[in-house]
């Protein structure tokens, strides 16, 4: 065992001095840019802490209790900011603190747990940092430069870089289902950075850091962020609507009883029902109904949306998604032994 004892061939030197700092030259052309996104985009990173109340069984009193922590981003100049779902998720209050340190309570707005999106807002009454400027997630390419903000660990506005490692991950949401068009990148991602943005080179948001894959627990270099298209869809509706709102074709449909009557032969949705006045009723698609006979009779079956094949509800869903109100679609639908092109007109389903 090596041990420090004040030993006679100890030797001194009294004129030692530190030693001359050899200067450090410029920083290269992606160091400026990296320390200029930063500091550009950090402002408008926020801290995200969640509390639950907890009631005392004997005294019936409730004592706030803190959940956990995560990480967010200033939406728009009405004081919106945008977190991952889980980040807020089962937490009776949350408090945003800003860069400079000022804290807000903040009101949650609107949830997608489909997504892992959610919107609070916070009233700053000035100096309310700017929105991230947005990028499209449809413009990116593997293996370019992004940087992830957030706040792991509750060490605030910490920085990670990396690169696209993959595009159109499909991912398990909180529901049960999947997020689809997710984006894959070894940029850090820990503890605490979900609800942070991911950032292109040139400063754009162009996700949110949701998740790491990792065996272990510990972080493993994958990492993903739903992609800043969804984002700019679904975080709109829930501050208009406090909810996501979804397109709807306004059918019924059941995979258990489509694979029943289909005889599992076939893939598509089999329409069960039709809701009048609603875009499925104003196209004509034909629901499956009961014979006096006490049969049923086959209705339309949807194979594909704008010639995107879709094998079940699930995945109909999933396409109908990426739409806005007001689109109009051409579905594939099957009509006894005839294949049809039916044009329809989305809206919305609330």
Not at 145 to 158: C, K, Q, R, Y
Not at 192 to 199: A, D, E, K, R, V
Not at 277 to 284: E, M
């Amino acid at each position: 065992m090596l041990a420090v004892a004040a030993c006679a061939w100890f030797a001194h030197d009294a004129s030692a001095q530190p030693r001359a700092v050899t200067p450090r030259g410029p920083l290269s052309a992606e160091e400026r840019n990296t320390i200029g996104v930063f500091e550009s985009v950090s402002p408008s990173v926020v801290y995200i802490t969640t509390v639950q109340h907890v009631r005392d069984f004997f005294s019936r009193n409730v004592t706030r209790v803190p959940q956990g922590t995560g990480s967010g981003f200033v939406w728009d100049e009405q004081g919106h900011i945008v977190t991952n779902f889980h980040v807020i998720r089962g937490a009776q209050e949350a408090l945003v603190t800003l860069g400079d340190q000022r804290s807000f309570q903040a009101q949650l707005v609107g949830a997608s747990p489909e997504h892992d999106l959610a919107v609070l807002k916070i009233d700053v009454p000035k100096d309310l940092p700017k929105p991230i400027p947005l990028g499209s997630s449809s413009e990116l390419r593997v293996g370019q430069n992004v940087l992830a903000i957030g706040n792991p660990f509750g060490l605030d506005h910490t920085l990670t870089t990396g690169i696209v490692s993959a595009l159109n991950r499909t991912v398990d949401n909180e529901q049960g289902g999947t997020i689809e068009n997710v984006i894959q990148t070894d940029a850090a991602i820990n503890p605490g950075n979900s609800g942070g943005p991911l950032i292109d080179s040139a400063g754009r948001l162009i996700g949110i850091n949701t998740m790491i894959y990792s065996p272990s627990g510990a972080y493993a270099g994958i990492g993903f962020a739903v992609p800043v298209d969804t984002i700019n869809r679904v975080a709109p509706r829930l501050i208009g609507f406090g909810r996501y709102v979804r397109p709807s074709l306004g059918i019924s449909a059941n995979d258990d009883v489509s694979r029943q009557l289909l005889n599992d032969d076939a893939k598509g949705v089999l329409v069960l029902g039709v809701s009048p006045g609603s875009p499925a009723a104003q196209a004509g698609l034909r629901p499956t109904e009961v014979t006096r006979a006490g049969r049923a009779s086959i209705g339309d079956v949807i194979e594909a949306v704008d010639g995107k094949p879709v094998k079940d509800f699930a995945s109909l869903v999933n396409v109908l998604d990426n739409h806005e109100f007001g689109d109009r679609i051409a579905l594939t639908v099957r009509r006894g032994g005839a294949r049809l092109e039916v044009p329809i007109t989305l809206t919305g389903s609330r």
